[in-house]
């Protein structure tokens, strides 16, 4: 069976650098944004700030998975974003031939990821969609932490962090 896990946090916490680094550790990265950004119609809802509706986030992420050759792990980032999702997940992993085994929140204040955005080049990280964004975080994701605790599933990463240390600490977390 195939290792998935999930990384979690607001934009600018992290999730797609550390990604990328567990990716040259032999992890296959899903980015739900960068799924979204290729498919111009869905584009849309990350230059607003909002979500894309979950039945096409959902069919894009099942897709990426079911071309992903097992056992090679995958680590999933920005998906899922909201309860609903998330129980979609748990509905059809397994018919992937794949077990969820952590979910790693990336924890930083809002300060934090505000200027880490302001390195950052896409064209969806503008001012009014990064606030939404954030706001979308707050409402419709965070509940996930109590969802995935519940499971015990979920592992808090300070990722106020220099990279390097955040990368560490993931390892050390997915080698327990």
Do not use: C
């Amino acid at each position: 069976m195939g290792q998935i896990i999930i990384l979690m946090g607001p934009t600018g916490a992290g999730k797609s650098i550390q990604a990328e680094f567990l990716a040259a550790h032999g992890w296959y990265h899903i980015s739900s944004g960068e799924l979204l950004r290729h498919v111009p119609a869905d584009s849309v809802y990350l230059a607003s700030g909002q979500l894309a509706p979950s039945t096409e986030v959902e069919r894009l992420v099942e897709e990426a998975i079911r071309a992903v050759e097992i056992p090679q792990p995958i680590v999933l980032d920005g998906f899922p974003r909201t309860i609903d999702e998330a129980e979609w997940l748990d509905t059809h992993v397994t018919s992937w031939g794949r077990e969820l085994t952590g979910v790693i929140l990336l924890d930083v204040s809002e300060a934090t990821a505000l200027a880490r955005l302001q390195g950052r080049r896409r064209s969806d990280d503008n001012a009014a969609a990064v606030a939404q964004k954030r706001i979308a975080f707050d409402h419709e994701t965070r509940p996930l932490v109590e969802y995935y605790q519940t499971k015990r599933l979920l592992h808090l990463l300070d990722g106020e962090q220099n990279v390097d240390a955040v990368g560490a600490e993931l390892l050390g977390i997915l080698a327990s």
